[in-house]
């Protein structure tokens, strides 16, 4: 049997919109083409609706701060309901954030977010976004495969400290804190799930909540 027909791609230029000759473009050291980038970072996502966001709608649904690490109930999760088998769609985490919300948050401490990825699939896997909890395409519409729930069963994960701040009494000062995570994201498998929640002092008084949100890309990707 005679071999497949090949071919190669000799050549590869750019042009102006309209056909102009006055793109700039330029060759790198290992002999690629080179030319802008119009978009702003991350745009082509948004644009192409598998960038989302999602968390609190609402103080009502807000969570408690944990004084120590949890061990098999995560304060919330972001799950990926994508089926195991047929599908290669994984969410990427690249932002979370918090906020104080009610209450009295502990002045002698600070606060600080964690998160990880659980290390096998989410024993009851979530149908719907909980109470007081809403997701949303960045660019306004989408249906995401990330759904959003809090207080979930979880196998230990190893946690991940991820940032935090000092702060006074909450009665005084406004306090919140966001981490980018595009250096280091978190990629969630089908069924899986990032487990994350705020770590603080127990404050004084019992309803010292917090609201928290979540920003994630959904993409088609072999974790083989």
Sequence with gaps: MADPIQAAVQAVSFVGAGGSPSLSRSISNLG???????????????????????????VAGGIAGVVDLPTTTAPMVLFNSAQASGTSKVLVVKRISYSWASGTAAPAFGSSCFGAVTPSKLATALTANGSNIKTQAARGTATPYGLIDAAKSVVQPVW?????????????????YSVNLVPHPFIVPPQFAFAFGVLSGLGTSSDTVWIMSVAWDEIEASLN
């Design 32 to 58: 690629s083409q080179r030319f802008a980038q119009l978009e702003a970072p991350g745009f082509e996502m948004s644009r192409s609706g598998r960038s989302f966001v999602g968390g609190h709608s609402a």
């Design 160 to 176: 991940m400290l991820l940032g935090g701040i000092a702060h006074g009494a909450a009665t005084t000062m406004s306090i919140g």
